[in-house]
């Protein structure tokens, strides 16, 4: 089964560059708010999830590369 896309493109975008850094994306449950979750692959490491409907996508994919970018693992 293939990862689904997420609906916005900058989001995806940034969702593709985070699993191209080693995180690695996992489906949130039916009722999450949340769309998805990416994890830095090191046990403990960083997380964050991913909104399917942010206020703003264009931060929102930001938030997302500088989160991937910061990470110390």
Avoid at 35 to 60: A, D, F, Q, Y
Wanted: some cysteine.
């Amino acid at each position: 089964m293939s990862k689904p896309r997420h609906p916005n493109k900058n989001i995806e975008e940034a969702i593709q560059y985070a699993e191209s850094k080693g995180w690695h994306y996992f489906k949130t449950g039916d009722s999450s708010h949340a769309w998805g979750r990416l994890l830095c692959r090191k046990r403990g490491g960083c997380c964050m999830s991913i909104w399917s409907t942010p206020k703003v996508e264009e931060n929102h994919a930001k938030q997302i590369r500088r989160n991937v970018n910061k990470c110390s693992h």
